[in-house]
């Protein structure tokens, strides 16, 4: 078998850390002059705006949050960089480089609106007390990849000046932003998108060659999962493949196994996503690809990952021992689509070593502790209940339990209304399975 050991984490929706705050921040009018002069913004930093001012702040800057959307779609590099302190050279450097890899991803639809306001003293301190720092949304939908638009987040913090609002900083807090969701792939170097049928993969622009190759397997993997996994799903995925580790930043080694990795991972994106919370369906999902490990990505680790992209948007309710071990199946059963291959090293190991002590379906808790046990064990589940059952009959199971698998008791009855077995049973059963 090609593939021996990894993590390969599937449904996890994006975090969030840090609490809003409110912005303590003096106002000016249209000179740029505080009302009531200096004192008079210092007790207002100090004690904050009205409600009303508030309002209007925040209505003001979302308008040049929406003359910068506006000028990404239309290709307007000066409109975009018209609110950008040109007194620093190097944010406006930043924000150009921002503006050139946007135009690559070809969006439908894009927004920016301020969500939160954000208590950031330091940066008043710095800028002054007009200086107003605000977590932004991102809203925004690729063309021909998103069904629907998502979020992501980002920091921005900005000062009245002859007025108008001029950004002066773009990542100064970004330690309580999402973990995984605002540090995307245009946010750095500048990237090269490479398109193959309905797969589109982000490598550096240095690494276009890497991405073709990327591009050559993620098609591979995506004709494999509708292969193997009988629910419509068109194939469209991102695949993000950056040297960069902090681009969609995870945690890249877990586990306490020897050269326990993970390789890639499939973040899941819902609809009006929220200080991490999600507000709306699931979406989609990005493959982010481990940098460490992304020359020497193979088909079968992103035939895993996109298996979650192709099942995400059903629901999220669906047990992790389902959710995996789906994703384990599709994998092998692709391996297998190769004479030369086989996983029956696989096989051994699940029946040696993994079965005999096998007392219930594999817990979230068991991939925590020990990840090679708890995939291997899902793993023989479903390939028990396709034997049993037929693979078709992993469809309706899959979607009666990340639909409605709300309670302990709606889990039994669901999983015995399809496999006629209860959680115990099917347990004993995939114990006596030999495959």
């Not at 001012?53 to 209505?59: E, G, M």
């Not at 040049?64 to 040109?86: I, N």
């Not at 800028?127 to 990849?145: E, F």
């Not at 819902?270 to 493959?287: C, D, H, L, T, Y």
Request: charged residues 25%; proline residues 6%.
């Amino acid at each position: 078998m090609k593939h021996p050991r990894r993590v390969l984490a599937g449904v996890a929706a994006l975090v969030l850390a840090g609490t809003a705050g409110v912005v303590a921040a003096g106002w000016s009018d249209d000179s740029g002059s505080p009302p009531g002069g200096t004192a008079v913004a210092a007790e207002a930093a100090r004690t904050g705006l009205s409600d009303e001012q508030k309002v209007a702040r925040k209505r003001e800057v979302d308008v040049v949050l929406a003359r910068r959307a506006t000028a990404v779609l239309k290709g307007d590099l000066a409109g975009f960089l018209a609110a950008v302190d040109p007194k620093q050279p190097a944010l406006v450097a930043r924000q150009r480089l921002l503006f050139v890899n946007l135009r690559k991803f070809g969006f439908s639809t894009l927004k920016y609106f301020a969500a939160d306001d954000w208590n950031a003293p330091n940066l008043v301190d710095k800028y002054g007390p007009t200086t107003y720092t605000a977590r932004v949304m991102m809203r925004y939908q690729i063309a021909g990849l998103d069904p629907k638009p998502v979020q992501t987040d980002l920091g921005y913090t900005f000062v009245r000046r002859a007025g108008g609002w001029t950004l002066v900083e773009d990542g100064a807090i970004d330690e309580v932003l999402s973990r995984d969701g605002h540090r995307q792939p245009w946010d750095y170097e500048e990237v090269a998108l490479v398109r193959r049928g309905r797969v589109v993969v982000v490598v550096d622009k240095k690494e276009a060659e890497l991405g073709k190759r990327i591009a050559r397997v993620s098609s591979g993997a995506v004709a494999a999962v509708r292969r193997h996994w009988q629910h419509p799903w068109n194939g469209a995925v991102l695949v993000v493949a950056m040297p960069d580790t902090r681009v969609m930043a995870t945690i890249w080694t877990a586990g306490s196994g020897q050269g326990w990795t993970i390789a890639a991972k499939a973040v899941t994106l819902f609809e009006n996503e929220q200080m991490g919370k999600p507000r709306g369906a699931p979406v989609g999902s990005r493959i982010v690809v481990n940098p460490a490990m992304r020359k020497g990505l193979e088909e079968d680790l992103l035939v895993h990952e996109m298996t979650h992209v192709a099942s995400v948007p059903i629901g999220v309710r669906t047990p992790t021992w389902l959710v995996e071990g789906l994703a384990e199946y599709v994998r092998t059963r692709s391996i297998e689509d190769d004479p030369q291959w086989t996983v029956d090293p696989y096989r051994r190991v699940v029946r040696t070593k993994y079965l005999r002590t096998m007392k219930t379906l594999p817990s979230p808790s068991l991939f925590d502790v020990d990840a090679d046990r708890a995939y291997g064990l899902s793993w023989w589940v479903v390939e028990y209940l396709a034997d049993a059952k037929g693979a078709k009959s992993l469809v309706p199971l899959y979607t009666d339990l990340a639909r409605h698998n709300t309670t302990p008791a709606a889990y039994t009855t669901i999983i015995k209304k399809h496999t006629g077995k209860t959680p115990a049973q099917l347990t004993a059963a995939v114990k006596k399975f030999k495959g």
